[in-house]
């Protein structure tokens, strides 16, 4: 069955390559031969129709692997459907496998045209290079066609994967990758769709399980739905709600936590105090008077930290140093962003308080952009961006935390479960600030639900920031002050 999986509406199960090609073994063991590609290929010529019904001439460029066979089945549906159909097969016929060697076969028996020069006139190019095969930089000569493909203009439907993609990565680093229109996924969801190259190169992201069930045990990551998020009971107060402390904003940084405490706050924490390290506090806060700003040497006392949840170092400057072991012995529950990350990173004896709280019952999320990661991980952001699903569930390995690396196709990961992979938000988010809305909205969440684990409370906050980015005009960057509002609006 067709499935549209985005904008997200429900989770998903997501495949490597390794667990993908186990899931096609078994199924052909099952099958009649050939008929995984057979539902593949109908389940494409399909799609086309239905996303390109005006579209009277179709290019299908099929590579010389079974990707390439999916194609193939695609033309012979397409040109039986009365469009004028032409294939470029890339590839020598004599050594298609098997599956593709048959849908050749029929396609030739069928009476579809082969070309390899992409008509002047098509009004669509199906993408049959290359799907999990590709598991090297492409070939020059398949580079040069793929940056053809992209620059013609034409609209392009993917069969399984934008060709040269890589399918457990997404990262591109440079490499030729088609850039499609639409991507139908075949047989499992490929992580790579959804993180860090993915989402530019997939386009909207369609997927067909070909009847085959899967089973989630055996999934990779999961791609994360939208969170269930429960009306408050009559008899609930704020102190169902819990404290949160922003611990925060050094001397001109003062903004960040700002951000950080009015996001707590419109997330439903019971009462939000923000402790600001720029300088004595008593004051309030004129946008929310509602929050209580005090000085933070008030709020990092073991009582207070050992009874809230505290998000710690959104614009904390070196200084946050200096209020990091109280913070880390003491914290409940415990957001860590920004110069948190940093100072954590600089300093053995932080790094081994951090990674004994795990021990004492204490969870903890840390919220690294990629070179916030590197850091901690004694790497580069090139190479976080490289495998970020590798990375983040590295880190939380090492610090035994829950880890929330931030960026196109947010990744959550906790020792010990699956990573989630967050599907929502957009660049509109790249804007100064968001990432500090982001630490105080996900500790607003974990307080008000005293319920939700670590990486319930991560996967909710990431994929509500997110949502928040995908609601109103797409063409205007969102301001981290407006974000604040949107997040509300979110959580309708
Ligand atoms: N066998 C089956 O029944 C099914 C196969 N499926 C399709 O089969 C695909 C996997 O097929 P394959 O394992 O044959 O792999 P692919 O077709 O993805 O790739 C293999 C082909 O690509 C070429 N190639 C590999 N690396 C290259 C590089 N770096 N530069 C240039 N060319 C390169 C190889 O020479 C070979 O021709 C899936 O992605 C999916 O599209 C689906 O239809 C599901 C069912
Ligand atoms: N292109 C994008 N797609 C999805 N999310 C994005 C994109 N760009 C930024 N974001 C999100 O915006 C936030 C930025 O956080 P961060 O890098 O810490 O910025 P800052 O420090 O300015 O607050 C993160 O949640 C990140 O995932
Ligand atoms: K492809």
């Not at 609209?155 to 229109?181: I, Y």
Request: contains cysteine.
């Amino acid at each position: 069955m067709l499935h549209r999986v985005l904008p997200s509406e429900r989770a998903w199960p997501l495949y490597d390559t390794a667990a993908t090609r186990a899931r096609e073994q078994a199924a052909q063991s099952e099958l009649p031969p050939h008929t995984l590609m057979e539902r593949a290929g109908l389940a494409a010529a399909r799609l086309a129709l239905a996303t390109a019904p005006h579209a009277r001439v179709v290019w299908v460029a099929a590579g010389g692997g079974n990707n390439g066979g999916d194609g193939l089945i695609v033309a012979r549906h397409l040109a039986a459907a009365g469009k004028q159909v032409s294939v470029g097969l890339f590839g020598d016929p004599a050594r298609l496998p098997a599956d593709a060697r048959h849908a050749y076969d029929t396609a030739a028996a069928a009476g579809v045209r082969f070309d390899q020069a992409l008509p002047d006139d098509a009004g669509l190019i199906v993408d049959a290079l290359l799907g999990i095969g590709a598991q090297q930089p492409v070939r020059a000569e398949m580079a040069r066609l793929i940056e053809r493909i992209n620059a013609c203009g034409v609209p392009v439907l993917a069969l399984d994967l934008p060709s040269g993609l890589p399918a457990d990565t997404g990262a591109a680093r440079g490499r030729a990758v088609v850039r499609a229109d639409h991507t139908l996924s075949l047989l499992s969801l490929k992580p790579g769709l959804f993180t860090a190259d993915g989402r530019d190169h997939a386009g909207q992201v369609w997927f067909d399980d070909l009847s085959v069930d899967a089973a989630a045990q055996d999934a990779t990551a999961i791609l994360a739905g939208p969170p269930r998020v429960a009306l408050r009971r009559h008899v609930q107060h704020k102190g169902s709600f819990g404290d949160v402390l922003v611990i925060g904003g050094a001397a001109g940084m003062g903004g960040a936590a700002a951000l950080a405490a009015r996001a707590a706050s419109a997330a439903g924490a019971g009462r939000v105090f923000l402790g600001r390290l720029g300088g004595a506090d008593r004051g309030f806060d004129e946008l929310r008077p509602e929050l209580m700003l005090r000085p933070a040497a008030e709020l990092v006392q073991p009582m207070r930290l050992a009874r809230a949840t505290v998000v710690c170092g959104c614009g904390g400057g070196q200084v946050i140093a200096e209020w990091l072991p109280a913070v880390l012995a003491h914290a409940m529950k415990l957001v860590l962003d920004a110069d948190a990350l940093n100072a954590i990173a600089a300093a053995p004896a932080l790094r081994a308080l951090l990674a004994g709280r795990a021990a004492r019952g204490l969870p903890s999320v840390v919220t690294p952009h990629p070179l916030e990661a590197a850091r901690l991980l004694g790497s580069s952001a090139a190479d976080v961006q490289a495998d970020r699903l590798r990375a983040a569930t590295r880190l939380a390995q090492s610090l035994s935390v829950s880890v929330l690396l931030k960026g196109s196709g947010t990744v959550i990961a906790t020792p010990g479960q699956q990573p989630i992979i967050n599907p929502t938000g957009n660049a509109r988010l790249g804007s100064a600030g968001s990432g500090d809305v982001l630490a105080g909205w996900l500790g607003g969440l974990w307080s008000a639900h005293a319920d939700w684990s670590a990486t319930e409370a991560a996967a909710a906050a990431a994929w509500l920031h997110g949502r928040a980015a995908e609601l109103g005009d797409q063409r205007l960057p969102l301001a981290a002050s407006a974000l604040v509002d949107a997040l509300a609006d979110a959580l309708r």
